[in-house]
């Protein structure tokens, strides 16, 4: 049947006809071979846009159809639906983008006009040769895995469980709970932050639907939606998880001392030891490059300490009596099958040492926020006593915004959650130390959210000195005899333009969030992009958030932007919606622009197997000629390029159509 | 009249393709001369595709794709960027200077990145004058 073209361009309000001459292009998409219709529209993909697709496409008997609008990327899927709807195959339609890549880059409107004209052939040629094509259905696996185990991964893991489906929740650490764990209060309401997460780390724990892989990392992803294949490295922990009763006996005994992370290193915890307090799993695990018995084994030394495990019998301390620590314990390998992927592998903190001014690290009583938030948490290393180093009460505290943030020698973005909660720092310091002079040193103050612009006012009514200026040293290098003993913070006030010099006692530096340095290697594994800041990149700002560019993964949280708490919380559970939409539909459509191996051209030279990453082509011996496993196939279309007889063909990117399009846009 | 020179354009649809979109929705400004054909991936650009172009009358042929290590089908930019010098060391027996064919890495986010390397590969072709398919420009 020969093609009968419509091609429709759009408008786009202003945004393409404001340089294209859409009418001038839709002449010239006239005038061009097989066009049966060409029309220009204020809004293609507006409902009266797609109608007029529909009705030619009924009326006139189109059997093609091209649009010129936005990236394929924004609105294939509504134009290919559309043409569904009235009868014709989604794979006869084709895009030409004349908005991102034409009218949004060019000022010149000739110049414009005539690239939209090349970019509307082009599509013309293509659509052209374009042929019906299939998706096929394959059944969806209802597993799903969840990435980090912070408030995130935490919330879409227990929606998707309580709906009745397993979900695997890999956490790194040895505890879930992540950052959220380990804050005091939550901004603006002031609630307890463990109070919030703890029962919902209690449920994940003891949840029947919920398999908890702590301690572990993914190396290895394959498959596709609904059929993915995860392996998982399940790290060491010398602990029997089934016989320890998180009874703690085993860090009492051990000898080891050191800085412990949970508490940013505020606190010391032992070499076996449990990671919190509230600990979900609550068992021990050994820091093996901190044990002494461990470090001997791998110096050769046979028996070194093991008192954990043997105890002291001559004080009459006995060892673990439940025989859960196990020195030959290895890391393991585990594979498990799962339809969808969520990730929630948050954030870190930016680390101030960068900026050597700021004397973090150098000076005694300079601390990050989440340094702070331990030192206000009841179970923290000073049981919630704001102290410093010393051991004595500050009597002055500055509270230094954007540090890392909107700021072009490190991230130029803002952190979004530093201006909250350097208010909720406030607030804690009046609230325990009434005396304290407190100081927000900031360059705007960004209370945008629910309830957080009444929370600024009311810390304004608290009795805090808000000084607009970013501060720039902080030095204890005093002039004064009121700065003595002191740290002098450097700042311009802008406010009345003048410089200060302002001594406290403590210095709390409102760090940046920033992408987890593991990012980039985690992207490699699941295959997803990163945004210009390391943060990993949304299909679309607006239409997807949550998805990704590979179907059936999801990122939620702040590994994805810097985001307070209520915000990671609704993305979670847009999340697991997304995913539980899929399962209920119990089956995922495989893309049907895939390879396919003409049998009478192949000549069974196999060089097309070693070109495919995903081991989707293999050999018929009986017939000596290559095949395609379709669900497999990802379409990616290297193996088209390598063939040497020309027997492969990609479907919907076949060699004619690119061709025609290298033609169109030539034309 | 100035020349004004045509390059086509194929970028892979998942770094490059999305990184000229990037560069389109922050309205990075730049020459009009590329026009760009989307292909899956880089690894399925065919050394025929770029024949094709210049036999058409292009002045130059721009292909991206995904950094190594970042490709969304794990390693098809390694086989592209393998193809590539074969292709070249080709296009100069036939007398096609070598600046009119540039393999580039463009990842999802380098919108300001693919604005430069058209803008710069313009002005390259711009210089090197319009491509004769009787054996290059040099040759006349």
Known sequence: ?667 | MTFEPKIVGILCNWCSYTGADLAGTSRKKYAPNVRIVRVMCSGRVEPTFVIKAFERGADGVLICGCHIGDCHYQDGNKKTARRMPLLKKMLSQFGIEDERVRLEWVSASEGDRFAAIVNEMTEQVRKLGPFKSNGGAANG
């Not at chain 1, 019906?132 to 980090?148: D, Q, R, W, Y």
Request: hydrophobic share 35%; aromatic share 6%.
């Open chain 1, 1 to 667: 049947m020969a093609p009968k073209i419509g091609v429709y361009i759009c408008h786009c309000g202003s945004n393409i006809a404001g340089i294209v001459d859409c009418s001038k292009v839709s002449d010239f998409a006239r005038a061009l071979p097989n066009v049966a219709v060409a029309r220009d529209y204020k809004y293609m993909c507006s409902d009266p846009g797609q109608n007029l697709i529909k009705d030619d496409i009924k009326k006139l008997g189109l059997n093609r159809v091209v649009v010129a609008s936005c990236s394929p990327r924004m609105h294939e899927p509504t134009f290919r639906r559309a043409c569904q709807d009235a009868g014709l195959n989604q794979y006869l339609f084709e895009m030409a983008n004349i908005r991102e890549q034409c009218s949004w880059v060019h000022t010149d409107k000739e110049m414009a006009t005539e690239k939209a004209k090349a970019l509307v052939a082009a599509a013309v040629k293509r659509v052209a040769l374009h042929e019906p094509l299939e998706t096929k259905e394959v059944s969806m696996n209802a597993n799903t895995l969840v990435i980090g185990g912070g408030v995130a991964g935490i919330q879409a893991a227990l929606e998707i469980a309580d709906s009745g489906h397993k979900v695997y929740l890999l956490e790194k650490d040895a505890s879930i709970g992540g950052h959220m764990a380990m804050f005091d209060k939550t901004f603006p309401t002031l609630d307890c932050a463990a109070c919030i997460l703890t029962p919902k780390m209690t449920t994940v724990g003891q949840h029947r639907n919920i398999e908890l892989l702590a301690n572990s990392e993914i190396t290895e992803l394959s498959g596709y939606v609904g059929n993915f294949k995860a392996k998982i490295k399940k790290k060491a922990r010398y602990i029997d998880m089934v016989k320890c009763t998180g009874c703690g006996r085993c860090s009492e005994l051990c000898p080891t001392s050191i800085p412990n992370e949970f508490d940013c290193g505020l606190g010391k915890r032992k070499a076996i030891y449990i990671p919190s307090p509230y600990a979900v799993p609550n068992k021990a695990i050994i820091d093996a490059k901190n044990c002494r018995h461990l470090k001997g084994k791998a110096e050769g030394k046979a028996d070194v300490c093991r008192l954990c495990q043997k105890g002291i019998p001559n004080r009459n301390q006995p060892g673990c009596e439940a025989e859960a620590i196990d020195f030959n314990q290895q890391d393991e390998i585990v594979e498990i099958e799962i339809g969808n992927i969520i990730v929630a592998t948050g954030f870190q903190q930016f680390d101030p040492t960068k900026i050597y001014q700021l004397g973090y690290g150098r000076l005694n009583n300079v601390f990050t926020g989440l340094e702070f938030e331990r030192l206000t948490n009841a179970s923290g290393p000073t049981n919630g006593k704001v102290l410093l180093k010393d051991g004595s009460e500050p009597k002055a505290v500055a509270i230094l915004h954007c540090i890392g943030s909107r700021d072009t020698n490190y991230h130029k973005y803002c952190s979004r959650v530093c201006c909250m909660y350097s208010l909720k720092f406030a607030h804690l310091l009046r609230e325990k130390l009434p005396d304290t002079a407190v100081y927000q040193l900031y360059i705007d103050m960004r209370c945008a959210g629910s309830g957080y612009e009444e929370f600024y006012e009311r810390l304004q009514e608290e009795g805090v000195n808000f000084i607009r200026g970013k501060a720039g040293e902080v030095t204890d290098l005093t002039e004064t005899p009121e700065e003595k003993g002191k740290l002098v913070v450097m700042v311009e006030d802008t406010l009345v333009r003048r410089k200060r010099r302002l001594p406290v006692d403590m210095v709390i530096l409102s760090c940046a969030l920033e992408p987890r340095p593991d990012t980039e290697q985690l992207a490699r594994i699941l295959t997803l992009s990163r945004k210009a800041d390391g943060f990993l990149l949304e299909k679309h700002p607006k239409l997807d958030p949550v998805a990704t560019t590979t179907d059936g993964i999801y990122i939620v949280g702040a590994c994805q932007s810097p985001k307070d708490i209520p915000d990671t919380v609704a993305q979670a559970s847009a999340a697991a919606a997304r995913v539980l939409a899929l399962i209920s539909k119990g089956k995922v459509e495989i893309e049907a622009a895939i390879a396919y191996i003409d049998e009478d051209k192949c000549a069974g030279c196999k060089i097309c197997i070693d070109m495919c990453p995903y081991k989707a082509i293999s050999f018929d011996e009986v017939k000596k000629v290559c095949r395609v496993n379709e669900a497999l196939c990802k379409g990616c279309g290297t193996c088209v390029a390598a063939c040497p007889a020309g027997a492969i063909k990609g479907r919907h990117f076949t060699t004619e159509e690119i061709m025609a399009e290298i033609e169109g846009v030539m034309a």
